[in-house]
């Protein structure tokens, strides 16, 4: 009886175990907003409105539109050059790159819904 309990208790656990969370999930979002604050808003608009200072410098609340929050987290673990080498390189330390990334999840704009070119928009 006690090896059945043993084998039903661990399948019981192999079946709640899931995959660990990825470092760039981790982030805390507050942080991120005081490190885009620090770091970034000289040239980015770091909240859900406004104008970047500079033209070139992306909106925060667009960029994970066309940059993916892992390919940015990692680029930024990593020291990477971002924006075609307009960017300054940054090293984070403790993880803040995970908690700007998590800020930026937090403030996306929704992309704009397309116009519908099918049969029931034609009147």
Not at 4 to 18: D, F, K, N, V
Not at 74 to 84: E, K, P, R
Request: include cysteine.
């Amino acid at each position: 009886m006690r090896i059945i309990l043993a084998i039903a208790g661990a399948l019981g656990l192999a079946a709640c175990s899931t995959e660990p969370t990825p470092a760039w999930q981790m982030g805390d979002p507050e942080v991120g907003q005081q490190v885009a604050r620090d770091l970034c808003a000289d040239c980015h608009a770091i909240d859900r409105t406004g104008d970047s200072r500079n033209s070139a410098a992306p909106p925060f609340r667009t960029i994970l539109a066309t940059y993916p929050p892992e390919w940015l987290a990692t680029d930024l673990h990593t020291g990477q050059a971002i924006a075609f080498r307009r960017m300054p390189v940054f090293h984070f330390g403790e993880g803040h790159e995970y908690d700007l990334v998590a800020y930026l999840l937090s403030i996306q704009e929704a992309p704009s819904p397309r116009p519908s070119t099918g049969p029931a928009s034609q009147h």
